[in-house]
């Protein structure tokens, strides 16, 4: 059983450069959620897609878009990478962000450098 | 600003010791969680207290949760090695759509010395 899966692990970008984070998790799950996490900052939620179709945006979502594909797959898109994108990024999902109890499954990580 | 601000930011302890760590918050909440995080991996969730729940236990983890003070602990008994990592707390509030908003705060790095 995979869990949640990230690609890719590591990426050097350059100022102005584009690239999308994927993401995929094989639980079922309904919601997704897109967070990056910055020494000092914890983990700030950057999109959500509560379910299938839907997307809404989270506490730092400038600079970025997201994309629910299907119900498995949930992608991040930085369309022109600036430094202050330099971060590592979490995919997570919860079986329904309406639960009560919406206990997170997060990926490993991607950790992006943007020069 | 974050929700959930972890206590202390550091700590380390000898093997078999216990560790407390303190996480306080600032609005109400649905239930608060906690979390583990090895070094250079995705966090783990480890327990979930109800904001109508003051205490619960999981293996060698006892979590308390006082709203009158905004503040939950977590401690972790007899401590190994392998506890080495950082410990977030997450705050759950929902909001107006019904969605629960999981908001983490900024961590207590752990390390227990064998």
């Known amino acids: 059983n995979a869990g949640v899966t990230q690609t890719p692990k590591f990426q050097v970008l350059k100022t102005g450069q584009s690239m999308t984070l994927q993401c995929a998790q094989d639980?079922?799950?309904?919601?997704m959620y897109w967070y990056r996490q910055d020494p000092g900052m914890g983990l700030r939620l950057i999109y959500y897609?509560?379910?299938?179709?839907?997307?809404d945006k989270g506490e730092v979502p400038n600079g970025y878009n997201v994309s629910r594909l299907n119900k498995r797959e949930f992608s991040l898109r930085l369309e022109s990478a600036a430094p202050s994108q330099t971060s590592v990024y979490f995919c997570?999902?919860?079986?329904?962000?309406?639960?009560?109890?919406?206990?997170?499954?997060f990926g490993a990580g991607s950790r992006l450098t943007v020069l | 600003s974050q929700q959930g601000e972890e206590d202390p930011q550091a700590l380390s302890i000898q093997e078999g010791e216990n560790a407390t760590m303190n996480c306080s918050y600032k609005?109400?909440?649905?239930?608060l969680q906690w979390y583990r995080q090895n070094s250079g991996r995705g966090l783990v969730h480890l327990i979930l207290?109800?904001?109508?729940?003051r205490e619960k236990h999981s293996g060698r983890l006892r979590v308390t949760l006082d709203t009158s003070k905004k503040s939950s602990s977590l401690l972790i008994t007899a401590s190994r090695a392998a506890d080495t990592a950082s410990y977030f707390c997450?705050?759950?509030?929902?909001?107006?759509?019904?969605?629960?908003?999981?908001?983490f705060g900024t961590g207590t790095r752990l390390t227990i010395i064998p």
């Open positions: 997570a999902s919860s079986p329904w962000i309406i639960s009560g109890a919406n206990v997170l499954t």
């Open positions: 639980m079922n799950h309904n919601s």
């Open positions: 897609s509560a379910s299938e179709g839907t997307t």
């Open positions: 609005t109400s909440i649905n239930n």
């Open positions: 207290i109800r904001s109508n729940e």
């Open positions: 997450a705050t759950s509030s929902l909001s107006n759509f019904g969605n629960e908003k999981l908001t």
